[in-house]
């Protein structure tokens, strides 16, 4: 399975900017970087997706270092609505489909 | 557009009963995979469907079962049901973009909260 290394844990405040990083260094040429969230009693949500450039839409941005080795997702304003775990994922076809293989995540805490 | 739906929302089974639980996938997706989330977990790949084929099988065993059908809604069976397979089982579709799976999001349902006593 492709392997992602995030964080257990982080904090940030209302209304700051927040960036997650995540550590990919089996990366291969064809793998997506997937975002996902998941907010509690809540099935996960989809954040962002990309594979070499950098991506932004209405909920992130998503940065990708030059070697594809890590990435970061950014929550440009964070609020009380992003406290969740995030979870970075390499989607490749194998065995498994295509399907997301998740890891343990991020835990974010938002304090107001 | 409709979101993915799974029924039902929460059940209780015995051990060694059986289950079927359903998901209705999302307007237009062809691809469902279903996950099984334990309490403090991250979620657990069971399987995926494609075009009412399994496409991809994660490190459960084959009483674990599936379904796809031709409106691409899906079900997942559970036989001999354990202790341990109490969970959240979530449902998740998605389509191709262009050719592949890999470029596109997967859309979750709120899930099927399993109890076995």
């Known amino acids: 399975d492709a392997k992602t290394t995030q964080p257990n844990s982080m904090e940030s405040n209302e209304e700051e900017p927040v960036h997650l990083p995540c550590n990919h260094s089996t990366i291969s040429g064809t793998d997506y970087i997937h975002w996902y969230r998941q907010l509690p009693s809540q099935g996960p949500e989809y954040v962002i997706h990309?594979?070499?450039s950098n991506v932004n839409n209405r909920m992130a941005s998503l940065a990708i270092a030059e070697d594809r080795k890590s990435s970061t997702l950014i929550l440009h304003r964070a609020t009380l609505r992003d406290a969740a775990v995030y979870y970075c994922i390499l989607k490749r076809s194998n065995q498994a489909g295509t399907a997301l293989i998740f890891g343990k995540g991020t835990t974010l805490s938002v304090s107001s | 557009e409709t979101g993915v739906t799974q029924s039902p929302t929460h059940l209780i089974k015995t051990r060694g009963q059986q289950v079927t639980l359903r998901c209705s996938s999302q307007s237009g997706h062809n691809t469902v995979s279903w996950y099984q989330q334990a309490l403090g977990q991250g979620p657990q790949f069971i399987f995926q469907y494609y075009r009412e084929e399994e496409n991809g099988r994660g490190n459960f065993p084959p009483r674990f079962s599936g379904l796809q059908f031709p409106n691409y809604s899906s079900e997942l069976n559970v036989n001999a049901l354990e202790l341990d397979d109490s969970a959240l089982y979530l449902c998740?579709?998605?389509?191709?973009?262009?050719?592949?799976?890999?470029?596109?999001?997967?859309?979750f349902g709120q899930g099927t909260r399993l109890t076995v006593v």
């Open positions: 998740a579709s998605s389509t191709p973009r262009g050719s592949t799976l890999l470029n596109t999001e997967a859309f």
């Open positions: 990309g594979l070499t």
